[in-house]
């Protein structure tokens, strides 16, 4: 009923950056807060940024002020913006949104999608 499709990973030297994009298409009815996690082998998934339906936005101290998460409602689209980016960084990533479908509207559900590589190596 719900995808999320991921682009805009790769492999980028350190102090590069990347921009990641996310696109929600189905049966949406409403979409509350988006965000990007990563997982890098061994590791468990962490917040990497998070955007609300009113636009807060929250990111944890190993990427404030390097990454910028923004998102286009009428495109039901998220982006990520990476700068400066370090090795540190180097994982999957994954997209994530609370969205309610036109058959529930007002039950919310976690969707996530495929994840997208990033590595970031010289």
């Known amino acids: 009923q719900v995808q999320l499709v991921e682009s805009g990973g790769g492999l980028v030297q350190p102090g590069g950056s990347l921009r990641l994009s996310c696109v929600s298409s189905?049966?949406?009815?409403?979409?509350?807060?988006m965000g990007w996690y990563r997982q890098a082998p061994g590791n468990q998934r962490d917040l990497v940024a998070a955007i609300t339906s009113g636009g807060s936005t929250n990111y944890p101290d190993s990427v404030k002020g390097r990454f910028t998460i923004s998102k286009d409602n009428a495109k039901n689209t998220v982006y990520l913006q990476m700068n400066s980016l370090k090795p540190e960084d180097t994982a999957v990533y994954y997209c994530?949104?609370?969205?309610?479908?036109?058959?529930?509207?007002?039950?919310?559900?976690?969707?996530w999608g495929q994840g997208t590589q990033v590595t970031v190596s010289s």
């Open positions: 994530n949104a609370r969205i309610s479908v036109a058959t529930a509207p007002y039950i919310f559900r976690d969707y």
């Open positions: 189905g049966n949406i009815f409403s979409i509350d807060t």
